[in-house]
């Protein structure tokens, strides 16, 4: 009887002490957070720093009030600037280069918006918005301090389905930025598997709307994140941040 008891002891006190290791592996871990957009998109999110991201690109073919959003097709002006008609297009997935070794999905990049698109300031799901340049550049200066100075951009890029000629990234926090290419002003998709594009909030409404830029994000060739000018006619990808 005394043995029975004993073994029970040494039973529990082991089943405590598993336990406790297994806690002690993972002090940090926190349950996986998502956010779901109006179409019923599903996105993983990540916090960095004092800021938390969607680790995809947005998909969303409906604006948060339940206004569908026109796409684009063959012989629509995509840039028009006064029809001011809100429109997306899917990112061209097709492999000429042989990057990959699957088919991607449709949807593997995101969605491309157009310049009144994301001017609608209704893309983002509720509680969430489109960045800002500072906001890219807090991250910036996040990686900069955490490990990363000078390799900036590779933290952020895809460790896969570059360009040999863009190379691959290191996506050292998991945020997986993908070679979505941009649209150019005639409505084309240009250098995707070369260049990651997201836009910002940034535009100069100083200048006649013709002549008008917007501040985008690239992923490219280098080790450094790229903000650059653009003309409003062109088109990007979207990574939302939590307000």
Excluded at 148 to 170: H, R
Aim: hydrophobic share 35%; glycine share 10%.
């Amino acid at each position: 009887m005394k043995l029975l008891s004993r073994v029970n002891i040494i039973i529990l006190f082991t089943l405590i002490c598993f336990g406790c290791s297994e806690d002690d592996n993972n002090p940090n871990e926190e349950p996986i957070s998502t956010i779901t957009d109006v179409d019923g998109n599903i996105y993983n999110t990540i916090t960095i720093g004092n800021q938390t991201w969607m680790l995809e690109n947005l998909k969303t073919l409906t604006f948060n009030d339940g206004t569908p959003i026109t796409e684009h097709l063959n012989g629509m002006d995509w840039g028009d600037l006064t029809n001011q008609t809100p429109q997306y297009q899917w990112s061209d997935t097709a492999d000429l280069n042989n990057v990959v070794d699957e088919q991607l999905p449709f949807d593997f990049y995101g969605a491309m918006y157009n310049h009144w698109a994301i001017e609608s300031g209704k893309l983002a799901p509720e509680g969430w918005r489109i960045p800002s340049q500072v906001d890219f550049e807090e991250l910036e200066n996040y990686l900069s301090e955490n490990g990363f100075e000078n390799q900036e951009a590779s933290a952020l890029k895809s460790s896969t389905g570059w360009l040999p000629s863009s190379g691959n990234g290191i996506n050292a926090i998991g945020f997986n930025g993908l070679p979505n290419g941009y649209i150019n002003a005639l409505g084309g998709s240009t250098l995707g598997q070369g260049i990651c594009t997201w836009a910002t909030t940034n535009v100069n409404t100083d200048l006649p709307i013709g002549s008008r830029t917007r501040v985008l994000v690239q992923l490219f060739d280098t080790e450094d994140i790229f903000y650059g000018d653009n003309s409003i006619r062109i088109g990007s990808g979207i990574r939302c941040i939590k307000e």
